[in-house]
Each structure stands twice: as C-alpha cells, then as structure tokens.
C-alpha cells in the first residue's frame, strides 16, 4: 500500500508564503552560486515564446525522432537474424528467472514496483527554500518490526539529467541498486529533483516564467539539503546518510560540496553527509559534446534565439505529452530508446532486454528551458566552461569533505571521468578518503541498469561503506 504524508512535521523546512518570506530566509545564505534573478516579461511576449518554442520544438523533436526510428530500422535490417542477443547479459552462473505477468505490466506509477515484490514506498512531499515542491520516497518493508528499521542507515539515491527516482528500480529486485541496498539493511530513499512528473510549487503558477526560472545551481542551492535534512528529521538515530548520485546529481552534488560555494558549510553538509558515491560523474565534457550536431545547434543558438526556439518555461513539454498518452504501451519504450541510441550512441547490450521498456517508464521529466541552456549552450555552463565552473588546476575539496568513492564507465563518451580521476589524483590530496573504480565495459546508463550492476556496483558500495564503519569503530 502507498503511504503519502503530507504533513511535514516539526522540520526546518517548511512552505514559503511568499517571495519575501525566501529572501528574508536566505539572508545569510552563501551567494557564489548565481542562481537566475526574477524575470518580467509582458503578456505579449509570453505569448509568442509559448507559440514559437510550441512550434520550433515540434518540428526538432520530429526530426530527431525521424532520424533515430531510421538509424533503428537500418541498424535492425543490417543485423538480420545472425546477431540476435539472449534476453539478457547476464552471467552463466546468474539465472534468468521468468517475468511474473504482474511484473511485465507498464504502470506509470512507482510503488507498483515495490508492492508486487512486498515492499512499500512511502511518499513525503517536502519543500525547499525557494518554493519547489519535491517528491522524497523511502522503501519500507512493511513486514519489519519498528526497531529494526530504526536500526538501518540512511542512503539517499539521486538522478540524472531528465531522469527520476525509477531509475534506481525498473531492474526489479535481482538487478536495481535501491533493491540490493534494502536487503543488506540499509534505509534506502530516493530523491527526485524540482518539477518531475507534476510540477508543484507553494506560490507560482506553472504559467509563470519566473516556476522555471532556475538552474541547476539551484538544485544544489536548494534541492540536495532540503533532502538531506528531511532523511535526517525523519531517523533520529543516524545523523548523516550516504548519498549515491548519478550524472546530473553528481554534478549537482560537487556544486554544492565545492569549499569555494561554502554551501556544504551554511548547511552542514559536510557533517551530514556519510559518503558521497559517484555513478558516471559528470564534471567535464566528454567527445561526444563536441561531435553530435544536435548538441552543436543548441550550443550555437544565441540566448535570445534560445528562448524563441526551446521557450521560457519547461524544456519541449510536447515530450511530456508524448508520455501521458503512450507511456503504458510498448510504443513509447520503443520510441524513447531509438532516441537515446541515436542522440548519445548508448546501446542496451548489457541490459535485460525484457525491461528496456520499463525502464523507460519513469523519463523523461520536466525541467527548465534554462536548465538545458546551462547544460548545452550557455556561456557560463557546463559545454563551454565546465572547466571553470570546475577548474582542472584548482583545489577543489578540503579536510572536512566527506569521502568520496568515483564508479567511471570507460566508454562513456558524453562526460569525461578520466579527466576527473586525473584531477583528483592530482590535487585533491587533503580528502580523508578516496577512491575510484575503472569499468571499462560500462557506458553511462550501464551503472544503473546492467545486469551485473550488483557484482560490478553494487557489492564494492557495500564493501566500502562497511570498511567506513570500520574506520569509525577503531
């Protein structure tokens, strides 16, 4: 059964009333990070960019799609019959077990996946200081006695770029990290950044420019502490919880623990944070950003064309749309899949190709207009500057940072994790730990969902985190 509460207790974060309540909460806040002033626009010009952006991304997306169901069919043509994969990749001494009817169904609705196997997912809608509304979820064994769940530590799993929470879950029980987490005993939750699948905020209108006026320096202004600070509201025994990320949520996560911004400090992160897992980390760029031409015609867009092309609010919503109608057919996981293979060359050979529908059930999001011109195209983002934002010859990190664990795919081509191993190695000599794992056979989705993710991430996770303990103990 779901579980949602809404009443968020005694906690330190509570529901803005209004735009003078924030400011007068954040007075002492850090400023480094340049989280997007208020914006006006006139009626006129709302109007134009809903109907230009409504347009432009039509025919964008069309093409894309076009071009990813062409290379898809030719791919399938040119492989013939010769060169079909099994179901999965799994290894030998790894048996497939057959798909419950209950579990091939496509349901938009993640507790479904947690009920079928006995376990419940409680909702916690909560509120970060800016107004955003986010959904927090915790796995619950309904089963457990009370002290024994009090027993188990925290470990917050956050995702990526036009991802949710799903992510950690569509490999069903044998195969997805939060899963595995939960039997070796600990208090898994997963986050889910603003916006989502239903974009709630305590003030704004989602017809109001200024609700998708953000980026993701305010998802690691906002977003990250307001979750860790509820997980740990909400288990009084532990005091810090080990956060797991994966690409944008990493990115996320080292904005907000990065000495200069001082946000880990205003907040307390660093004394709230247990460890601080890697998947995929996206800090510098990889090739595959300098090579694809849908990436290089966002980068080339000037911001005022930007705006008239992708619009003011949340970034193409017709792929939300997309999602409403087809979402439970077999349809959309089709389509979603042909397009990710095309945009960044990621393939599903080392997933169970019974799920690859499922898994993208729970994707895209909404997100800003402004969160993608960060990403692709703006001056001062993460395409063209990344190396500033995270300076390669910069000291980083200091003795208080918790410690860090990096898991780099090495053919994933859309960030570049060498870079970032060679920067750690280098200079940030002052972690109390750190530490890396090469998979060489892995690309940047394959850390979620390969079939020996649990060999390959999962098990070293739990080593580490024991080995952690260890060193707390003595």
């Not at 911001?303 to 017709?318: A, E, L, Q, R, T």
């Not at 972690?431 to 060999?455: C, G, M, N, Q």
């Amino acid at each position: 059964m779901t579980i949602e509460e809404e009443d968020l207790g005694d906690l330190s974060y509570t529901i803005p009333s209004s735009p003078d309540d924030i400011s007068a909460r954040l007075e002492n806040d850090v400023r480094y990070l340049q989280v997007p002033d208020k914006v006006h626009y006139s009626p006129l010009q709302i109007t134009i960019y809903r109907i230009t952006s409504a347009i432009s991304s039509f025919i964008f997306l069309s093409i894309l799609m076009s071009l990813a169901i062409l290379r898809s069919s030719i791919k399938k043509l040119t492989r013939g019959s010769t060169n079909k994969n099994s179901p999965n990749m799994r290894s030998p001494h790894k048996p497939v077990a057959p798909l419950s009817k209950a579990e091939k169904k496509l349901v938009p609705r993640l507790e479904y996946y947690f009920e079928i196997h006995g376990l419940n997912l409680l909702v916690y809608k909560i509120t970060t200081d800016d107004g955003f509304i986010l959904t927090l979820q915790r796995v619950i064994d309904p089963h457990e006695p009370e002290e024994i769940t009090k027993k188990r530590k925290p470990v917050l799993l956050l995702h990526g770029l036009l991802q949710s929470s799903g992510a950690y879950a569509t490999s069903g029980p044998d195969n997805s990290l939060s899963f595995f987490l939960h039997r070796q005993g600990y208090d898994v939750w997963l986050g889910n950044n603003r916006c989502g699948f239903e974009p709630q905020h305590a003030y704004l209108d989602e017809s109001d420019p200024n609700m998708w006026n953000w980026n993701i320096y305010n998802m690691a202004r906002y977003d990250l502490p307001v979750m860790i600070d509820q997980i740990i509201s909400r288990t009084h025994k532990h005091n810090k919880v080990t956060l797991i990320a994966h690409s944008q949520g990493t990115t996320q996560t080292f904005l907000t623990l990065l000495a200069k911004n001082a946000i880990a400090y205003n907040h307390n992160l660093n004394d709230k944070l247990r460890c601080f897992i890697a998947l995929s980390p996206a800090v510098f760029g990889g090739e595959l950003l300098r090579t694809k031409n849908f990436i290089k015609f966002m980068n080339m867009l000037p911001k005022s064309m930007f705006n008239y092309v992708f619009g003011i609010h949340s970034f193409m919503p017709i792929m939300m749309h997309m999602r409403t109608v087809l979402v439970r057919t077999r349809v959309f996981g089709f389509l979603s899949y042909s397009m990710f293979n095309f945009l960044f060359d990621w393939d599903d050979s080392l997933w169970d190709k019974r799920l690859r529908t499922r898994h993208f059930v729970f994707s895209p999001v909404y997100i800003s207009s402004r969160l993608m011109l960060w990403w692709l195209n703006n001056e001062d983002g993460f395409i063209k500057n990344s190396t500033t934002i995270f300076n390669f010859k910069e000291k980083w990190f200091d003795t208080h940072t918790p410690p860090i664990y990096l898991f780099v795919p090495g053919k994933d081509k859309l960030v570049d994790g060498e870079m970032l191993i060679d920067h750690f190695d280098r200079y940030e000599t002052d972690l109390t730990e750190f530490r890396y794992k090469r998979i060489e056979h892995y690309s940047h989705l394959d850390v979620l969902w390969a079939t020996d993710v649990i060999e390959t991430i999962g098990q070293p996770i739990v080593e580490f985190l024991k080995e952690l303990d260890e060193i707390d103990m003595n």
